[in-house]
């Protein structure tokens, strides 16, 4: 890579260690470093036990905000609504449509309470309800994220979240219009400048002022990843994420051009990021190598993006578009796109991805921003087991049990065998007590 004299690796999965050589580099254990490790348990100790004195020190730390109160850190509505009244007619519209997207997009996804009446009069059933206060975290540190507000901010209210607290790092109190007119456009309720540990510890424990939330939501850089990792049981979370990633699986119908610039939209997030081609075609790959060496010099997070590419991105010839498929299944990628002409038969065959993007319109950078589908994904092979943030988040469900007079005598005597059956004689006798002598 000219920019840097760091080039994108080139491997060949029909190599004899090919498979070890991927698992190194899928490997990935961001917070497992020391050094983060410590700083997160100092701040979660230290926000825990003094509150918003903390959170001011640490904010004036990292974030050069120099402050003597909390409440000079949490925004009026009066601010988010000059924010969108700010921005021209363009950015509001984008913000509004795409808003408006994801919104249709996840309200399919909210679940109903359900019940059912069994013959004897016995009632089973599922209640549904929104989640009553959660914290949003929105990145703020190396970028800013006006479309992580409407990912998380819009399933929070379709599922009808009582009180939605956004946090978010402006360092040097900068703060990104875009991100505050989201909170607006969302009707986010209260939003507080602040990033990082701190945040989510703030959110976590709550301080003198800002209430203790049940659960926290959104990604973030290593510190924030390793906060929500600890705070987990205190306060649920959503995941642990980890630094972006994309798989192009190609048969080198495409262009390279776009194909290059789709691996550059994930690496420009962090040197961290992964970007990852998987191509049939040995010239095609050429083809896209040499698109990345044209095309870096003119990106303006070059620097990020060869960094990134260097250390964690791969081009891979693969033998045939089933062990494309193979190989993207071990990957478990947060976005896979199929740059194919036709697409649609091998949807089937891929079973971990965060999400899928058909054919070589559907690039990610739509998905990111406006297609509808939420862009927090699961990261570091977590798609294996793990789905993207959705309504479902917000929810929370409680089984409803109403057993009948009728249905007490049948299931008493089951629960009385079974109990006697474990050596718990009180639960036998509390069901045996409701049978008719
Ligand atoms: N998965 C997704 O959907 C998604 C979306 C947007 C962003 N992201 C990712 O989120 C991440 C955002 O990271 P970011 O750094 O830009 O913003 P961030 O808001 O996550 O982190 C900034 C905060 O980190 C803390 N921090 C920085 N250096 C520290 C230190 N030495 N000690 C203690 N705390 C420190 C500071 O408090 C600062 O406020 C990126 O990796 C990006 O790829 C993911
Ligand atoms: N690609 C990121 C998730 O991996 C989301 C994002 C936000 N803005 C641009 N991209
Ligand atoms: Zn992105």
Not at 41 to 66: H, K, Q
Not at 181 to 190: H, N, S
Request: hydrophobic fraction near 45%.
């Amino acid at each position: 890579m000219s920019d840097s004299g760091r080039r994108i690796r080139r491997l060949d999965a029909r190599d004899p260690d090919f498979l070890s050589t991927l698992d190194a580099l899928l490997a990935f254990e961001g917070s497992a470093d020391a050094r983060i490790d410590a700083a997160v348990t100092e701040i979660l100790g230290a926000v825990r036990t003094t509150g918003d004195p903390a959170v001011i020190e640490y904010t004036r730390r990292f974030d050069r905000l120099d402050v003597k109160s909390m409440a000079e850190l949490e925004l009026p509505r009066s601010e988010l609504r000059a924010a969108l009244d700010s921005l021209t007619v363009e950015q509001r519209e984008a913000l509004r449509i795409a808003a408006d997207r994801v919104r249709i997009y996840h309200e399919r996804q909210r679940a109903e309470s359900w019940d059912y009446v069994e013959a004897d009069g016995t009632r089973l059933g599922q209640k549904v309800t929104p989640l009553d206060r959660v914290g949003l975290y929105v990145p703020g540190g190396r970028a800013s994220y006006p479309s992580s507000v409407l990912m998380n901010a819009v399933p929070a209210k379709v599922a009808g979240v009582g009180e939605l607290i956004m946090v978010v790092p402006t360092p040097n109190g900068e703060k990104n219009p875009l991100v505050l007119a989201a909170a607006a456009i969302t009707g986010v309720d209260r939003v507080f400048t602040i990033g990082g540990a701190q945040a989510v510890a703030a959110l976590a424990y709550g301080t003198q002022t800002l209430p203790q939330v049940d659960k926290i939501v959104g990604p973030g850089n290593a510190y924030v990843a390793e906060a929500k990792r600890r705070v987990f049981g205190t306060v649920g979370i959503d995941m642990v994420a980890g630094p972006s990633e994309v798989l192009v699986i190609s048969d080198g119908s495409g262009h390279a051009d776009w194909v290059a610039m789709d691996l550059f939209a994930q690496a420009e997030h962090d040197e961290l990021a992964q970007s990852i081609l998987l191509c049939t075609d040995a010239a095609f790959l050429d083809a896209v190598e040499a698109s990345i060496e044209r095309l870096l010099p003119t990106m303006p997070r070059r620097e990020t993006i060869a960094a990134s590419l260097a250390n964690r991105g791969a081009l891979i010839h693969v033998a045939s578009l089933e062990q494309a498929c193979a190989i993207a299944n071990r990957i478990a990628p947060e976005h896979l796109e199929l740059s194919l002409d036709e697409p649609e038969p091998w949807i089937d065959r891929i079973r971990h991805a965060g999400a899928i993007f058909v054919g070589h319109w559907a690039v990610e950078a739509l998905g990111d921003y406006c297609a509808g589908p939420n862009h927090v994904l699961p990261t570091m092979r977590s798609a294996r087991f793990s789905s993207p943030l959705g309504v479902y988040d917000f929810q929370k469900r409680t089984s409803i049990i109403q057993i009948s007079e009728a249905g007490a005598q049948t299931l008493g005597r089951i629960a009385s065998t079974l109990a006697h059956g474990e050596g718990l004689q009180a639960h036998a006798r509390s069901a045996e007590m409701r049978l008719h002598k």
